[in-house]
């Protein structure tokens, strides 16, 4: 089975995929995908809108992680090369 690690936007909109294949030794290829949660509410359409006041980043195609989410990440990719 492939590793998988799930981590959600800050603001909420978006979850990052990042998946490795087990079987290839040493690990070749990372897989990311990122997912729109769908049918914005008015709270979360102001929650990014306020974000974007906040950070000038006025981009829909961006996913900003917290440093331990970040962390998280590069943890994951750093388990995934050193294991055999």
Not at 8 to 14: A, I, P
């Amino acid at each position: 089975m492939p590793m998988k690690k799930y981590i959600d936007c800050v603001c909420g909109c978006s979850v990052v995929r990042m998946e490795c294949d087990e079987w290839n030794t040493p690990v070749k290829y990372f897989y990311v995908s990122v997912f729109r949660h769908g049918n914005y509410t008015l709270t979360s359409r102001l929650r990014m809108m306020w974000k974007i006041l906040r950070t000038g980043h006025p981009y829909g195609d961006d996913v900003v992680l917290e440093a331990k989410d970040a962390k998280s990440l590069a943890n994951f990719i750093k388990s995934a090369m050193v294991k055999k």
